[in-house]
T-cell receptor, first 114, second 113 residues
Framework: KNQVEQSPQSLIILEGKNCTLQ??????????LRWYKQDTGRGPVSLTI?????NTKSNGRYTATLDADTKQSSLHITASQLSDSASYIC?????????????FGEGTQLTVNP | DVKVTQSSRYLVKRTGEKVFLECVQD?????MFWYRQDPGLGLRLIYF???????EKGDIPEGYSVSREKKERFSLILESASTNQTSMYLC????????????FGPGTRLTVT
């Protein structure tokens, strides 16, 4: 069964600090891995998407890494801001003949305090 | 910018009512999806559609049906709403090919009393 596990479940940090969120997956056959940011009461918004051959991708203060051998990904947030408070969801896509099927992690709830 | 809109942000319905959730995308995407999101469970796929009038069941289709009469519009129907269908419902769309990025709407918070 395809699964995506994220850790920690929740995290509280002070504004200006860095943090790293983890994602482990067992999805086959692997197609790509995405990180989404979801503000409270809103739909998810894509931060990064990485294919098998990519091991790092940045989007401003967000940097995602992918180790396809160990099936792990991380999202590093640099110099956090209050607006970074949100749920961060790791999503892995499996290739199927009819298209791709996404498997979602439960998300890490990040709170940035002043 | 891709825009996915949903007909309501908040909806309150009574048990047994028929409920329609509408989703419209403006990027001519072939693929459209309906998810529900519950605490501790993440997003779960209800139904998806790869083309007009085509639909496929996701992981949790029971109690739901869908309609896609036009490319830009994908409707989720709860034939007889039940309290266990209280949830956040998210619509998404993506371009053809299956591996494209999915763009999400703002969500509809449905409460069934």
């Amino acid at each position: 069964k395809n699964q995506v596990e994220q850790s920690p479940q929740s995290l509280i940090i002070l504004e200006g600090k860095n943090c790293t969120l983890q994602c482990n997956y067992t999805v086959s056959p692997f197609s790509n891995l995405r990180w989404y940011k979801q503000d409270t009461g809103r739909g998810p918004v894509s931060l990064t998407i990485m294919t098998f051959s990519e091991n790092t991708k940045s989007n401003g203060r967000y940097t995602a890494t992918l180790d396809a051998d160990t099936k792990q990904s991380s999202l590093h947030i640099t110099a956090s801001q209050l607006s970074d408070s949100a749920s961060y969801i790791c999503v892995v896509s499996a290739s199927e003949t009819s298209g791709s099927r996404l498997t979602f992690g439960e998300g890490t709830q990040l709170t940035v305090n002043p | 910018d891709v825009k996915v809109t949903q007909s309501s942000r908040y909806l309150v319905k009574r048990t047994g009512e028929k409920v329609f959730l509408e989703c419209v995308q403006d990027m001519d995407h072939e693929n459209m999806f309906w998810y529900r999101q519950d605490p501790g469970l993440g997003l779960r796929l209800i139904y998806f559609s790869y083309d007009v009038k085509m639909k496929e069941k996701g992981d949790i289709p029971e109690g739901y049906s869908v309609s896609r009469e036009k490319k830009e519009r994908f409707s989720l129907i709860l034939e007889s709403a039940s309290t266990n269908q209280t949830s956040m419902y998210l619509c998404a769309s993506s371009a053809a090919g299956g591996v494209g990025e999915q763009y999400f709407g703002p969500g509809t918070r449905l409460t069934v009393t």
